[in-house]
């Protein structure tokens, strides 16, 4: 059993900067790659980024220079820098850990307004 915990969601101002965390715990053993992913309204989930277990990061297009994924393997915790926030970054954002098979955290709601 494999539970992924995300946290650090919220409302922010456009320009502004958000940091999610996402803490496993369980039966972990061999990861393969974590990432972060977002679903907006009426939207499909989307890949956000990536880091394997070699540590090969991997970011989508329309957030290359203003994310950075990161991971503490000893605390078994993934993180996600967001920096220069834009209202089209609102989505729900979930953590995902590929082990053999999928893992999804419950999602945090990021919310980008003035």
């Known amino acids: 059993q494999v539970q992924l915990v995300e946290s650090g969601g919220g409302l922010v101002q456009p320009g502004g900067s958000l940091r999610l965390s996402c803490a496993a715990s369980?039966?972990?053993?061999?990861?393969?790659?974590m990432g972060w992913y977002r679903q907006a309204p009426g939207k499909e989930r989307e890949l956000v980024a990536g880091?394997?277990?070699?540590?090969?990061?991997n970011y989508a297009d329309s957030v290359k220079g203003r994310f950075t994924i990161s991971r503490d393997s000893a605390k078994k915790t993934l993180y996600l820098q967001m920096n220069s926030l834009k209202p089209e970054d609102t989505a729900v954002y979930y953590c995902?850990?590929?082990?053999?098979?999928?893992?999804w955290g419950q999602g945090t709601q990021v919310t980008v307004s003035s």
């Open positions: 995902h850990l590929f082990m053999g098979l999928h893992y």
């Open positions: 369980g039966s972990i053993f061999s990861i393969n790659a």
């Open positions: 880091v394997t277990s070699s540590g090969i990061t």
